[in-house]
């Protein structure tokens, strides 16, 4: 993905301090996104098989249409950029350690994200009563329209064969304000710590807090120690596949998307060039796995590599071995889990 706010200058990363603590590199990202839901539940009354209904979830697209899959599409980007440059909390949904380094950068580029979706959300807007109304056929008796902000289902006065009431949809004359206001994305920078008030109440009771929160933030840094180790083993694993042949000893396909970029070479150097403001847990054993892995694949052209066998044969012979000095780092899933849809 092309982020926005690359080709912006950037503060220099500030060297490794190994003095500093987790929390006196980072500064905490709370990032809230809100988005019109796409599917609802269908009651299980529906389902004509023999079978135990309780035990069957169904449920229907709420809108079939490329407005509302760019959106989906581009709130994932964004989930991809954070999670590249901060570190989930492990603390609070939604809440990230953005390395102080990288506030500038993230910060600007979050605004060029929230420009692009507000865009991404009136395209939606402009086509939202004709996919409403082609809902209404496609779903039939499924069809609700308290799932459809800004709109109603009106009678018309015309009573039908079986003598039911008509009715026809009936779109709000703010039903775009109604509808953007199912759109959302904010951010902001916030903390945690034992509120100093509490001090003043009971100190017994503000030491018992200000214990539990440097055990809270201790856990936290191994599970994200952990998950930036298994983060680098899974780009080493990756590139190791291409780099083998198949069974049938042919060499495998390198993939290059239509702006250049090679993914699973490119993936892989951006971590190494990115680990040095994202090594948040001053984790020296990984650091030491980084510079390995710079020195086999710094200089190496991803065009020779997508036709040259000894290239990749070379490649392959070093990275295999650094994927098994990585395997031996990560340990079992650590106490506290980790989700990924953070955003």
Request: aromatic share 6%; charged share 30%; net charge negative.
């Amino acid at each position: 993905m092309k982020n926005p706010s690359e080709t912006q200058a950037v503060t220099a990363a500030p060297k490794p301090n190994k003095g500093l603590t987790m929390l006196d590199k980072v500064v905490m990202l709370q990032i809230e996104t809100k988005r019109l839901g796409g599917h609802r539940k269908v009651s299980s009354e529906y389902i004509e098989a023999d079978t135990d209904k309780s035990l069957c979830s169904v449920s229907k697209k709420l809108f079939d249409s490329d407005e509302f899959k760019a959106i989906e599409s581009h709130d994932a980007q964004v989930r991809e950029y954070v999670l590249k440059r901060c570190s989930p909390s492990v603390i609070k949904r939604g809440v990230f350690l953005l390395p102080l380094a990288n506030v500038e950068k993230v910060s600007a580029a979050l605004a060029e994200f929230k420009v692009r979706r507000e865009q991404l959300v009136e395209a939606f807007v402009q086509i939202y009563p004709v996919l409403v109304q082609q809902m209404q056929m496609r779903q039939g008796e499924l069809f609700d329209v308290t799932n459809y902000p800004g709109v109603t289902n009106d009678p018309t006065g015309e009573i039908d064969d079986q003598g039911n009431v008509e009715r026809e949809l009936k779109f709000a004359d703010n039903y775009g304000d109604m509808l953007r206001a199912n759109f959302s994305v904010t951010w902001n920078y916030t903390t945690f710590g034992v509120p100093d008030v509490l001090k003043q109440i009971d100190q017994k009771l503000f030491d018992e807090e200000k214990q539990k929160q440097a055990e809270m933030w201790s856990e936290a840094g191994e599970v994200i120690q952990q998950l930036k180790r298994a983060q680098m083993l899974k780009l080493v694993q990756n590139l190791n596949d291409r780099l083998t042949p198949g069974d049938d000893g042919k060499l495998k396909q390198i993939k290059t998307k239509k702006d250049g970029t090679t993914p699973v070479v490119d993936n892989i150097k951006e971590f190494l060039d990115e680990f040095a403001i994202q090594d948040i847990t001053n984790d020296t054993d990984l650091a030491q796995m980084v510079e390995k892995a710079k020195l086999l694949i710094d200089g190496v052209d991803p065009e020779l590599l997508k036709k040259g066998a000894d290239v990749r044969a070379a490649l392959a012979e070093g990275f295999t071995a650094l994927e098994s000095e990585l395997a031996t780092m990560v340990t079992d899933a650590p106490k506290r889990g980790i989700s990924f849809d953070e955003v």
